[in-house]
């Protein structure tokens, strides 16, 4: 079973004899396809758009067949979301615009930070991912929307998906 928060996008150039995945042009396999629905460390939003149960599209495209799908809200998140690059632990590859993580998936105690900062992960949404280390590329305000979507492309329905920014959801 496979789950993942893949970056969208990647426009950095890559030196000779480096190795890159660019979750752009080579949607990544996804982790897991069902996360899990606990959420440590995060307080639940009071206000968001969307609230848990809302019907919503996918415009988000961080895997194979997220874009335009169908989706339902499983709940929001009151925290910013980090797009990261990181060197993966398994195979040594650098992930880029890795979308997203929230402040309780990165290791420490801050309440915030800043573009350029360099962290070590706690989250696991890719194999390789877990006590990475990280540079954070992106900070978008949140809320973080945890999801269930059934894929475009005829895969198996993805539960419980960590994360995806407020402006990548439309109502349906």
């Not at 928060?5 to 995945?21: D, I, R, Y």
């Not at 632990?89 to 573009?115: F, Q």
């Not at 280390?133 to 329905?157: D, F, H, L, R, W």
Request: hydrophobic fraction near 30%.
């Amino acid at each position: 079973m496979l789950f993942l928060v893949a970056g969208c996008s990647s426009n950095s150039t890559q030196k000779e004899g480096s190795s890159t995945h660019s979750h752009s042009s080579e949607k990544t396999e996804m982790h897991e396809h069902t996360g899990s629905k606990k959420v440590h460390g995060l307080k639940k939003a009071e206000q968001p758009k969307y609230k848990a149960g809302t019907k919503v599209k996918l415009t988000a495209d961080h895997m194979k067949g997220m874009k335009d799908a169908n989706a339902t809200i499983v709940n929001a998140y009151d925290s910013k979301l980090y797009a990261v690059d990181y060197k993966s632990t398994s195979d040594k590859k650098m992930v880029k615009d890795h979308k997203w993580v929230t402040i309780n998936e990165i290791e420490g105690n801050r309440k915030e930070y800043k573009k350029g900062d360099k962290v070590t992960l706690k989250a696991d949404h890719m194999a390789g991912m877990k006590n990475s280390s990280a540079t954070i590329v992106e900070i978008q305000k949140g809320p973080a929307y945890m999801v269930n979507y059934q894929p475009t492309n005829g895969g198996k329905q993805v539960t419980n998906h960590k994360w995806v920014a407020e402006d990548e959801i439309e109502k349906r």
